[in-house]
């Protein structure tokens, strides 16, 4: 399976983002992550493709959505009310091997087996 991200850019803080995930194939479940400039790779939110429970990190819920389209088998990231400390290469992941994760599991990378190229977000103050 092949992971296709899109739609970073630049905006100001307080605005909004929507990022893209395309999957080539079937998937258990799609995670988010980031990476901010010298610093470790986030998780940022998740979901589980067969019920559709969500999982969100922290830092980012009640701001970030996750949501998909079946028939396109994408996975999208809204982001509303983006702060500078948002500002990182967004990657997308999907596990598309094994069993549906569990829910602990979303939120770890060794859960994911395909990995996106990443796509910036850059937040101006």
């Known amino acids: 399976v092949q992971l296709q991200a899109s739609g970073g850019g630049l905006v100001q803080a307080g605005g909004s983002l929507r990022l893209s995930c395309a999957a080539s194939g079937r998937t258990n479940a799609v995670g988010w992550f980031r990476q901010a400039p010298g610093k470790e790779r986030d998780f940022v939110g998740a979901i589980r493709w067969g019920d559709g429970n969500i999982k969100y990190a922290d830092p980012v819920k009640g701001r970030f959505t996750i949501s998909r389209d079946r028939a396109k088998n994408t996975v999208y990231l809204q982001m509303n009310g983006l702060k500078p400390e948002d500002m990182a290469v967004y990657y997308c992941?999907?596990?598309?091997?094994?069993?549906?994760?569990?829910?602990?599991?979303?939120?770890?990378?060794?859960?994911?087996?395909?990995w996106g190229q990443g796509t910036l977000v850059t937040v101006s103050s």
């Open positions: 992941a999907a596990r598309t091997i094994g069993a549906n994760p569990i829910w602990s599991m979303l939120a770890d990378e060794r859960t994911y087996d395909a």
